[in-house]
């Protein structure tokens, strides 16, 4: 017990913006959850001899793992918008002023009794973001020069503009040279910049005027992909994955003004819409793999109600708040910048070896080894990633503490 107390105390996150809300990293654990399945079964269609994906029952299921992306995208919503409303509704008088926003992620300001400073904002973003983000570019850079062969000249290019952020605008592609998946990071980076200006809908005094003012802007981004180009290189934007964003901010509204009490009296009808909108959610993707018409309506609001249920369900909340699951969703920056390396490095050795040892099998025996072994990998390799390359900075002053270590005299921020 006392091993397990341990490890729990270095996995945990340190949450120097607010009140740690553990549904809400639980929620983490069911996006990086999808995510890493979808890769995996990718990684496995591409490389099984014989194919098989075609007739596989799990395949199907695991092929809308890509969607664990738009949930973090809600949860980032969420995230980025609670210290700004929280300060915005006390100006307000929507508040009483001891009401904190809390913080569940990395990025707040903190709500404080006044309005977050836009310096420690975005200085958050540098000190607490940047150093795992870049320590994995470095990484990823240097094994696709040694070990894939290709020239320093060729990648340095694509290196440079994920550093800043800009690949996706730079070449209208995922950056496959170096950490394909940083694609998202660039498009919350989008959001990041314009989060707090986006919070003045906060400032109203009417709940019907804030809620209101967030769903026509969730409704209506979820109009505009009608009226865009449905091609790779708009995927690739802020306006194709807005409304999810704003998804979170209206839980962020909910949260501070009606759910933060805990399970609704009526639990039990949170915890079967939330069990609905879940696998509704997968069908309306199955449903219409072109991602137009009822996917761009339905699918943000089936977020919303899934997300509601992890906050006034009885089942869901439980389900959220167990410690291994949030412990595994407060690791998800770390998990998601370095599992398509562990998902390959795994997947070769697998394929390679493991699958051909066990003898000719289905696709959906293979893809539940394979998913095995990476999720066992990535835990091992995450957590020790997560402690050394992440950890450390989450604390805003953790230059300073550096900086003391080495005997240089300086301030933590």
């Given at each position: 017990?006392?091993?397990?107390?341990y490890?729990?105390?270095?996995?945990?996150?340190?949450?120097?913006?607010?009140?740690f809300?553990?549904?809400?990293?639980?929620?983490?654990?069911?996006?990086?959850?999808?995510?890493?399945?979808?890769?995996?079964?990718?990684?496995?269609?591409?490389k099984?001899?014989?194919?098989?994906?075609?007739?596989?029952?799990?395949?199907?299921f695991?092929e809308?793992?890509?969607?664990?992306?738009?949930l973090?995208?809600?949860?980032?919503?969420?995230?980025?918008a609670?210290?700004?409303?929280?300060?915005?509704?006390r100006?307000s008088?929507?508040?009483g002023?001891?009401?904190t926003?809390?913080?569940?992620?990395?990025?707040?300001?903190?709500?404080?009794e006044?309005?977050?400073?836009?310096r420690?904002y975005?200085?958050?973003?540098?000190t607490?973001?940047?150093?795992p983000?870049?320590?994995?570019?470095?990484?990823?850079?240097?094994?696709?020069?040694?070990?894939?062969?290709?020239?320093?000249?060729?990648v340095?290019?694509?290196?440079?503009?994920?550093?800043?952020?800009?690949?996706n605008?730079?070449?209208?592609?995922?950056?496959?040279?170096?950490?394909?998946?940083?694609?998202?990071?660039?498009?919350?980076?989008?959001?990041?910049i314009?989060?707090?200006?986006?919070?003045?809908?906060?400032?109203?005094?009417?709940?019907?005027?804030?809620r209101?003012l967030?769903?026509?802007?969730?409704?209506?981004?979820?109009?505009?992909?009608?009226?865009?180009?449905?091609?790779?290189?708009?995927?690739?934007?802020?306006?194709?994955?807005?409304?999810y964003?704003?998804?979170?901010f209206?839980?962020?509204?909910?949260?501070?003004?009606?759910w933060?009490?805990?399970?609704?009296?009526?639990?039990?009808?949170?915890?079967?819409?939330g069990?609905?909108?879940?696998?509704?959610?997968?069908?309306?993707?199955?449903?219409?793999?072109?991602?137009?018409?009822?996917?761009h309506?339905a699918?943000?609001?089936?977020v919303?109600?899934?997300?509601?249920?992890?906050?006034?369900?009885?089942?869901?909340?439980?389900?959220?708040?167990?410690?291994?699951?949030?412990?595994?969703?407060g690791?998800?920056?770390?998990?998601?910048?370095?599992?398509?390396?562990?998902?390959?490095?795994?997947?070769?050795?697998?394929?390679?070896?493991?699958?051909?040892?066990?003898?000719e099998?289905?696709?959906?025996?293979?893809l539940?080894?394979?998913?095995?072994?990476?999720?066992?990998?990535l835990?091992?390799?995450?957590?020790?990633?997560?402690?050394?390359?992440?950890?450390?900075f989450?604390?805003?002053?953790?230059?300073?503490?550096?900086?003391a270590?080495?005997?240089i005299s300086?301030?933590?921020?």
């Amino acid at each position: 017990m006392r091993v397990w107390s341990y490890v729990g105390r270095m996995l945990s996150r340190e949450t120097s913006g607010g009140a740690f809300i553990p549904h809400v990293d639980g929620l983490r654990f069911m996006a990086i959850g999808s995510v890493v399945l979808y890769h995996a079964a990718g990684y496995l269609r591409e490389k099984r001899p014989g194919g098989g994906a075609e007739t596989s029952v799990l395949h199907g299921f695991a092929e809308h793992g890509w969607f664990g992306v738009q949930l973090f995208f809600a949860i980032s919503g969420f995230i980025l918008a609670l210290p700004f409303a929280a300060a915005r509704m006390r100006r307000s008088g929507v508040l009483g002023g001891g009401t904190t926003g809390g913080s569940s992620g990395g990025g707040g300001g903190g709500s404080g009794e006044g309005m977050p400073s836009l310096r420690r904002y975005f200085l958050r973003r540098v000190t607490r973001l940047e150093p795992p983000y870049l320590i994995n570019l470095a990484v990823c850079a240097a094994l696709v020069v040694v070990l894939a062969g290709r020239g320093w000249g060729e990648v340095w290019p694509h290196l440079l503009a994920s550093v800043f952020y800009v690949h996706n605008i730079a070449y209208g592609e995922l950056s496959g040279m170096v950490n394909p998946v940083t694609w998202s990071l660039e498009i919350e980076v989008q959001f990041y910049i314009l989060a707090p200006w986006l919070a003045l809908v906060y400032s109203s005094g009417s709940a019907a005027v804030r809620r209101g003012l967030i769903v026509a802007g969730v409704a209506g981004f979820s109009a505009l992909q009608y009226a865009l180009p449905g091609d790779h290189a708009h995927r690739l934007t802020l306006a194709h994955h807005a409304h999810y964003f704003l998804v979170g901010f209206l839980l962020a509204e909910l949260h501070l003004t009606r759910w933060s009490g805990g399970a609704s009296r009526r639990w039990w009808a949170w915890d079967a819409a939330g069990l609905v909108a879940w696998v509704l959610m997968w069908w309306v993707i199955e449903w219409d793999r072109g991602m137009t018409g009822v996917f761009h309506a339905a699918s943000p609001w089936l977020v919303f109600v899934a997300y509601g249920g992890a906050w006034r369900g009885r089942a869901w909340r439980w389900v959220f708040t167990r410690r291994w699951v949030y412990l595994v969703g407060g690791m998800c920056y770390t998990l998601y910048l370095w599992h398509p390396l562990v998902v390959s490095g795994v997947g070769r050795v697998v394929t390679g070896r493991v699958l051909p040892a066990l003898g000719e099998g289905s696709f959906d025996r293979d893809l539940v080894v394979l998913t095995v072994v990476v999720v066992v990998g990535l835990l091992v390799a995450g957590s020790a990633l997560f402690v050394l390359t992440e950890k450390p900075f989450m604390r805003r002053d953790w230059f300073g503490r550096l900086a003391a270590r080495l005997g240089i005299s300086g301030r933590g921020g």
